[in-house]
């Protein structure tokens, strides 16, 4: 094999890493770039759902306030039972937002150790 080859071969190989580096780069920015965006759909999703609990105990307040008014049994009121539904499912779908929000979270931090 004369130099030249040798010197071809040697840019080659160069190159070739270099390139490997490049894609393997590009597919790391992409993964937290998808990362990034399924982070920020969640911070949204738990915003919205805060806010549909916000208005559950709104409207479990105002319930409330007319029974008392009116001397009525706050326990035994399915107005009430079916807003303390409402709200337990809108607080468990926040929990399980929340959860998925760490998981992303605890993933970014060990990828940033690493």
Do not use: P
């Not at 937290?32 to 965006?37: A, H, L, P, Y």
């Not at 001397?71 to 998925?100: F, L, R, T, W």
């Amino acid at each position: 094999m004369s130099y030249w080859e040798e010197v071809r071969d040697i840019v080659y190989k160069g190159v070739n890493m270099a390139v490997d580096n490049l894609k393997e780069g590009a597919n790391t920015a992409a993964e937290k770039s998808r990362q990034g965006v399924t982070y920020l759909q969640l911070k949204k999703d738990l915003f919205l759902e805060q806010r549909k609990l916000q208005v559950f105990l709104a409207d479990l307040g105002d319930v409330t306030h007319n029974l008392y008014k009116e001397n009525k049994d706050i326990y035994a009121d399915e107005k009430i039972k079916e807003i303390m539904a409402k709200v337990i499912e809108s607080e468990n779908a926040c929990k399980g937002i929340e959860d998925k929000i760490a998981k992303i979270s605890e993933e970014e931090k060990v990828e940033a150790s690493e």
